[in-house]
T-cell receptor, first 112, second 114 residues
């Protein structure tokens, strides 16, 4: 798996702007993808998931896009709010298996 | 549902002491995972249980680490003897293992070994 190192990529966005966080994966057999949000001192919290038979899925203020051709997924957060400040990371797996590959986290900072 | 419950939330101990971390998974979930998170290595899977049976413990660092799941509602992760390099946040997660359903994480136990 990939690791979240000392120097997490950081995305700084102005409050109210849209945020886009990216994740690349390597196993073309992967068919289930999840975005997690981890706030300081807390456990990862499920945000949204998508299966490989879809290329887009929307939730409340969040959208996940999946491009299987280039093995890339992204998380879009609309109208970013201070409460969105956290580390976000993707998890990739194959349905029916238990091992998640966690992507490199991205720290989202929302500027007031 | 209260979600995944872990205790203690914080543990400070001295090198050589035994440490026991506890987890109560979400009721009805049949899979339980123990992870360790550090700044350098991120989230690492230590062990995975399905229906209370350990399926994959290849992530357990060494013999000092052991995990049990005596019933569907309780699991422990034990470190004996503990070492400073074991300092990390330990997460328990549970899921209903059905075509890759999402894993729900507990709040974690922050372990500091002096």
């Amino acid at each position: 798996g990939e690791s979240v190192g000392l120097h997490l990529p950081t995305l700084s966005v102005q409050e109210g702007d849209n945020s886009i966080i990216n994740c690349a994966y390597s196993n073309s057999a992967s068919d289930y993808f999840i975005w997690y949000k981890q706030e300081s001192g807390k456990g990862p919290q499920f945000i949204i998931d998508i299966r490989s038979n879809m290329d887009k899925r929307q939730g409340q203020r969040v959208t996940v896009l999946l491009n299987k051709t280039v093995k890339h997924l992204s998380l879009q957060i609309a109208a970013t709010q201070p409460g969105d400040s956290a580390v976000y990371f993707c998890a990739v797996t194959i349905s029916g298996t238990y091992k998640y590959i966690f992507g490199t986290g991205t720290r989202l900072k929302v500027l007031a | 549902d209260a979600g995944v419950i872990q205790s203690p939330r914080h543990e400070v101990t001295e090198m050589g002491q035994e440490v026991t971390l506890r987890c109560k998974p979400i009721s009805g979930h049949n899979s339980l995972f123990w992870y360790r998170q550090t700044m350098m290595r991120g989230l690492e899977l230590l062990i995975y249980f399905n229906n209370n049976v350990p399926i994959d413990d290849s992530g357990m660092p060494e013999d000092r680490f052991s995990a049990k799941m005596p019933n569907a509602s309780f699991s422990t992760l034990k470190i004996q003897p503990s070492e400073p390099r074991d300092s990390a946040v330990y997460f328990c997660a549970s899921s209903l293992m059905d075509l890759g359903n999402e894993q729900f994480f507990g709040p974690g136990t922050r372990l500091t070994v002096l």
